[in-house]
């Protein structure tokens, strides 16, 4: 894969503006990323800039139950509605991390399910904040998330105490194999960060310091 088409350049930061979405746009066009990651109030105003510049390759990929996850499940579901309706092309949803805590793992599972046949052909990826789970549980819900439907696994909100690690990786990786796609996010800030990811089973990243990464990485290349 291309190496710029990994990044979904990403602005969630509750304060941004529409300047800031725009300014996110224009990078992602230059750099020829795969996606933005905004939050949904931007998706329409989004989807309006993208289809003024006649942009038909860029994605738009919105959160869902963020960053904390603890949405009813009919909100989330609602959430998603609105979203595609309003033009994001990739959804990424928060589990309920504290009823996959308590074991309820056929909750967990049947949310998952909900939201993607909401999501229908629309991608889906399931954050499940591998922070706050052990090694143990990280293998547990990319097992349930391996039997949900939906496309990808994806590490964090980028809102805990800390974002991906390979260790995350490897783990989601070794019980995912070649059934489910795995998204790296979170505190990743250089391109040696990036190839870490990819290297350990990662096919995404999410990160706000795109451009740099990728300048970064085309240094290398020269």
């Known amino acids: 894969m291309e190496y710029n088409k990994y990044f979904d350049h990403t602005l969630l930061a509750p304060q941004a503006t529409s300047a800031d979405i725009d300014k996110l746009i224009d990078e992602a066009i230059k750099y020829n990323v795969k996606s933005i ?16 510049l006649k ?34 092309d990739e959804i990424d949803m928060v589990i309920n991390i504290g009823r996959f805590k308590n074991k309820e793992y056929e909750y967990v599972l049947n949310e998952i399910k909900a939201i993607k046949k909401e999501c229908g052909k629309t991608l889906l990826k399931v954050i499940v904040e591998t922070a706050l789970l052990t090694d143990e549980e990280i293998k547990k819900i990319t097992e349930i998330v391996l039997q949900s439907g939906a496309e990808y696994i994806k590490t964090s909100t980028g809102f805990s105490y800390r974002g991906a ?5 490897k783990i989601m990786k070794s ?7 795995i998204k790296a996010s979170g505190g990743i800030k ?3 960060d990036v190839q870490t990811m990819i290297d350990c089973g990662a096919s995404r990243i999410g990160c706000s310091k795109t451009c740099q990464i990728i300048e970064e990485h085309n240094k290398t290349q020269k």
């Open 37 to 52: 990651c905004i939050a949904p109030a931007y998706v329409k105003y989004a989807r309006e800039r993208l289809d003024s």
């Open 55 to 88: 942009n038909k390759e860029l994605l738009i990929c919105t959160v869902i139950g963020f960053p904390l996850g603890y949405n009813a499940t009919s909100v989330k579901v609602y959430e998603t509605k609105i979203a595609i309706s309003h033009g994001a």
């Open 165 to 169: 690690s390979a260790n995350d990786i």
């Open 175 to 181: 019980v995912a194999k070649d059934k489910l796609l």
């Open 190 to 192: 250089t391109a040696e």
